[in-house]
């Protein structure tokens, strides 16, 4: 399925947030639509069966925690939860109640959509368990890669970062977006460990450290993973 596609329930009482995170998935392909009804939002979940909700906790009528609950006996799209508190109590409840992720507001939008992207990768089947390109093959059900059929002694977060990118492949994925997926935290503009793993990547994937081809660094944006440089190898 194209991410065009993809259908997305926001549950949330503040209509300018709701708002401006609908003109935001919009402008990022999605089709978006607005509930701020808490009971509402279970008969819409129920009837629509959008491909994801995004529920937030504080609702009028029934909160999150009870929607989430009554719909997922006939709901089972994911389900990214939003909470005003970073307290662990209201986040477990949230995830036991059958969320599926939840992210503590406020939230900066990039975040948002990176999450909500990596929720719905789980939906679309068409994405090979394994991607080769040329002599570069990555499998995400046996966490490994190889070059020329020999392994690639990679870490386990190498790996993550490198399915990311090549699932991604023609992509720009900013440092916020990798963040947001790989640890589950919004970048602080400071942290260099993704930049230092790319670092390690490249030669191991046989990419050129001093002028890399297979995975650019696009200034001021994020980085690119380029197939046709690999099928090239």
Request: glycine content about 8%; hydrophobic content about 40%; some cysteine.
């Amino acid at each position: 399925m194209e991410q065009e596609k993809w259908k997305v329930l926001i549950v949330e009482d503040d209509r300018r947030l709701a708002a401006l995170t609908r003109e935001y998935l919009r402008g990022n392909g999605f089709s978006a639509s607005i509930e701020v009804d808490g009971g509402q939002a279970v008969e819409r979940i129920t009837r629509e069966r959008p491909d994801l909700v995004v529920l937030d906790l504080m609702l009028p009528g029934l909160d999150g925690i009870s929607v989430c609950r009554r719909v997922r006996e006939h709901y089972q799209g994911p389900i990214l939860m939003l909470t005003a508190r970073a307290d662990d109590e209201d986040q477990v409840i949230g995830l036991e109640s059958g969320a599926d992720d939840y992210v503590c507001k406020p939230v900066r939008p990039r975040v948002l959509l990176a999450r909500i992207r990596a929720l719905l990768r789980r939906l679309d089947d068409t994405l090979p368990q394994c991607l080769r390109f040329g002599p570069l093959a990555v499998d995400s059900r046996l966490r490994e890669a190889s070059l020329n059929g020999d392994t690639i002694e990679l870490t386990g977060a190498e790996f993550d970062l490198l399915w990311l990118l090549v699932s991604n492949a023609g992509r720009v994925l900013s440092r916020e977006e990798i963040f947001a997926q790989l640890r589950g935290i919004e970048y602080d503009g400071q942290d260099r460990s993704i930049d230092v793993r790319i670092s390690r990547i490249r030669p191991k994937i046989g990419d050129d450290p001093e002028h890399p081809r297979l995975i650019k660094t696009v200034r001021g944006k994020g980085y690119l993973f380029v197939a046709a440089a690999a099928e090239a190898l």
